[in-house]
């Protein structure tokens, strides 16, 4: 991980928008732990966990979308995108990086 991307509002915004996608993926994952095999607890904490990054995610969309001068329609699919399974890792390839 390059210090750029830390230092940068985008560049955090890429990298909770890349865990971000990976907790949905794990939620996923855990739907199926809590529902065929009884076990709950994992699925709390990824779903908690995964809620979290998703209001991080949120705000940073927002604080990125005024700073780089988004349209409003990129920030909605930017949005949209977070709500999809591996829709931020499409995000990040297709608008994130083109800044």
Known sequence: MSLSLISSSLGRFRIIAFVEG???LLLGFTMILKYQYGMPKP????GMTHGGLFIVYVILLLQVGVR???SITKMFWAFVASLIPFGTFYADVKWFREV
């Open 43 to 46: 699925n709390y904490i990824v």
């Open 22 to 24: 990976i907790s949905y």
């Open 68 to 70: 780089y001068k988004w």
